[in-house]
T-cell receptor, first 112, second 113 residues
Framework: EAQVTQNPRYLITVTGKKLTVTCSQN?????MSWYRQDPGLGLRQIYY???????DKGDVPEGYKVSRKEKRNFPLILESPSPNQTSLYFC???????????FGQGTRLTVV | GNSVTQMEGPVTLSEEAFLTINCTYT??????LFWYVQYPGEGLQLLLK?????DKGSNKGFEATYRKETTSFHLEKGSVQVSDSAVYFC????????????FGTGTSLTVIP
């Protein structure tokens, strides 16, 4: 089954403790991206990657890192999480040149 | 630049009522337009899309027509069901800007029996 898988689904952590949210897709998509969803703001793009070893900032990249060492994986790294990063995070993938994006189930992160 | 503006929610309707959720956009190129739906506790699922002007996307009784002259992509359904309760996002993707999506803020719909 074609899918985008994120882990974990729920995470509560403390300020400053490094964490990684994983994202994996099995559709051989070149393009992968991370979004955060906040009430009243919709989804905002954090980072994206157009292929292996090619990443770039989205609209709200501060406080986040990503890597793309393999085509299928695109982890989101928070080196020193802060409470303002409490949010619902979505990973998405698509074929380059094809507009339709496939989304993961989401990761609800709470930073206390 | 690219942006999407959609109708503020929340929207509450009785079962079998007519639904319209307004969406307008600005784009520098020739975008494709989408409606995504998010059911409680789940990720976003593509509901329908239109890739060029005057295209009509449809799925599950929902429809939206790509109107270039009014830069709109309003979502409609003739008779909503309780199972349609969800958050609906209008979005655009402009190939000139890579594969980046621009989302509206989402409209929460609750359908009551």
């Amino acid at each position: 089954e074609a899918q985008v898988t994120q882990n974990p689904r729920y995470l509560i952590t403390v300020t400053g403790k490094k964490l990684t949210v994983t994202c994996s897709q099995n559709m051989n998509h070149e393009y992968m991206s991370w979004y955060r969803q906040d009430p009243g703001l919709g989804l905002r793009q954090i980072y994206y990657s157009m292929n292996v070893e090619v990443t770039d900032k989205g609209d709200v990249p501060e406080g986040y890192k990503v890597s793309r060492k393999e085509k299928r994986n695109f982890p989101l790294i928070l080196e020193s999480p802060s409470p303002n990063q409490t949010s619902l995070y979505f990973c998405a993938s698509s074929l380059l040149g094809q507009n339709e994006a496939f989304f993961g189930q989401g990761t609800r992160l709470t930073v206390v | 630049g690219n942006s999407v503006t959609q109708m503020e929610g929340p929207v509450t309707l009785s079962e079998e009522a007519f639904l319209t959720i307004n969406c307008t956009y600005t784009a520098t190129g020739y975008p494709s337009l989408f409606w995504y739906v998010q059911y409680p506790g789940e990720g976003l699922q593509l509901l329908l899309k239109a890739t060029k002007a005057d295209d009509k996307g449809s799925n599950k009784g929902f429809e939206a027509t790509y109107r270039k002259e009014t830069t709109s992509f309003h979502l409609e359904k003739g008779s909503v069901q309780v199972s349609d309760s969800a958050v609906y996002f209008c979005a655009l993707s402009d190939r000139a800007a890579g594969n980046q999506f621009y989302f509206g803020t989402g409209t929460s719909l609750t359908v009551i029996p």
